[in-house]
DNA sequence: ATGACGGTGTGGCACCGA
């Protein structure tokens, strides 16, 4: 089975590069970020024209996620339990499947805008109430999977320009922090179970032609608990969408898992 | 140091992203 993430920068001006994707890469499960729409705008039977099931926690303008699948999930939770955030960031579920149900979290992380301001605060805070809640959730739900935008650069060789970078918003110590101590949960990041070429990112700037110069960061991730690590058997980014006409400027990257997609 | 691109919403630009 596989399960894709993937930021898509409004998902009114995105959706038929969406289902076209999904038409090219039938994952079980998609995690989208940045869908930018209300719920009572979300299109929901374009996807079960699709094939899939889908559940959202939009808001109008900014933020909103949603996962798309192809079976029907249970449990959905929006935000983070406990967490008061008028931002809508967050949503989880859980895929059942044959070979044992999975619980699938989908975030998009705070950007923080820069150091010092109160944007990186609320990174900070954010980062801080999503710990708390991942570590009870791994005890009700050890076969985890944290996907998602989170806007964290997690080491140098996931930057264009680290030296350059350092620092500044998404490489900062405290962000790597952050990472680091959700890594230190029990979770890992599935792109660095395998080799991987050098200079794989996930996001492009729109300007200065950076993705042509490759000018990227890697901050698009997919974490796997402990317990589903040992069924991992790839994690890549597809470039492919972000060469389209009116790209997102993410890439989707996309896991497999051995194990039965129902 | 700034802006470059692209999306949204408001209204003739401002705000936001990473």
Redo the contacts with the bound molecule.
């Keep these: 089975m596989q399960i894709a993430t993937w930021?898509i920068?409004?998902l009114?001006?995105r959706l038929p590069q969406v289902l076209a994707w999904l038409a090219a890469n039938p994952v079980d499960a998609l995690a989208l970020q940045?869908i930018?729409l209300a719920d009572d705008k979300f299109p929901h039977d374009a996807f079960e024209l699709a094939g899939y099931h889908s559940v959202c926690f939009g808001q109008?303008?900014?933020n909103g996620v949603a996962l798309i699948t192809r079976q029907p999930v249970q449990d959905t939770v929006r935000n983070i339990a406990g967490f008061e955030d008028d931002q809508a960031r967050v949503i989880s579920a859980t895929l059942p499947l044959s070979g044992g149900a999975l619980r699938l979290i989908n975030g998009y992380f705070v950007?923080g805008?820069?150091p010092g301001t109160d944007?990186f605060t609320y990174k900070m805070r954010w980062l801080t109430a999503l710990h708390g809640w991942v570590r009870e959730e791994l005890k009700v739900h050890p076969r985890l999977v944290l996907a998602g935008?989170f806007?964290i650069v997690p080491e140098d060789r996931d930057s264009c320009d680290p030296t350059g970078l350092k620092g500044t918003?998404?490489h900062t110590d405290e962000e790597r922090m952050h990472f680091q101590n959700l890594l230190a949960l029990g979770l890992n990041d599935s792109f660095r179970l395998f080799e991987q070429p050098e200079n794989t990112f996930s996001?492009w700037d729109?300007?200065?032609l950076a993705f042509q110069k490759n000018r990227g960061?890697r901050?698009d991730h997919i974490l796997v608990s402990d317990a589903l690590k040992g069924l991992a058997r790839a994690c890549l980014v597809d470039r492919a969408p972000r060469k389209s006409k009116?790209p997102s400027?993410h890439a989707p990257v996309v896991l497999t898992l051995e194990m039965p997609a129902s």
């Design positions: 930021n920068n409004s009114a001006v940045e930018k109008k303008t900014y950007n805008q820069a944007k935008d806007n918003i998404l996001w729109y300007r200065m960061l901050i009116q400027d």
